[in-house]
């Protein structure tokens, strides 16, 4: 496991449209290991291939005390309204109100390629409709109900 640099806001990469993932080979998996050592050593609640520079449809989400891996996630459903405060690993010292959905369905395929629906809601929400946003080449900023330009 490795720490990875962290693409920040004006890099153009986070503006593109992450690819499907094939396969699961040893490669992905290095990239999700450093993925979450990356997320973690940052006080990060998600993170996504993206935001290390990788264009490929992965996402962590870990909204409490274990990681989800969601490879090639789909938001199914959506629900009810929350505006809440974010922030985000690639806009560092800024945050800002965003609306989202209070309730999501997703689907994803974790490690083994096991496919899996969860049902979230709350913050555990928010955090699937960010990460998503990010693999879809949409950073927060450009979801914002009020700026906050404070730091987390």
């Known amino acids: 496991m490795a720490l990875r640099q962290l693409r920040t806001i004006g890099d153009p990469i986070l503006g593109k449209r992450s690819k499907e993932i094939k396969e699961i080979d040893d490669k992905l998996l290095a990239l ?20 290390v520079g990788v264009l490929k449809r992965v996402v962590l989400v870990r909204p409490e005390d ?4 969601c490879i090639n996630p789909v938001m199914l459903h959506q629900e009810g309204s929350q505006i809440g405060i974010e ?3 690639s806009v560092p010292n800024r945050s800002g109100q965003v609306e989202r959905p209070n309730r999501v369905k997703v689907s994803y395929m974790d490690v083994h390629g096991k496919e ?3 049902e979230a809601e709350g913050f555990e929400a ?3 409709c960010h ?3 990010h693999i879809n080449g949409t950073l927060y900023v450009e979801r914002l109900v009020e700026d906050e330009d404070s730091v987390l």
């Not at 290991?33 to 050593?41: F, H």
């Not at 274990?66 to 891996?69: A, D, I, L, W, Y």
């Open 32 to 51: 999700i290991d450093d993925m979450e050592e990356t997320m973690l050593a940052t006080d990060g609640v998600g993170i996504a291939a993206v935001q």
């Open 66 to 69: 274990e990681t989800r891996v």
């Open 87 to 89: 922030g985000c690993l």
């Open 116 to 118: 899996h629906i969860v």
């Open 126 to 128: 928010r955090i699937f």
């Open 131 to 133: 990460e998503i946003d």
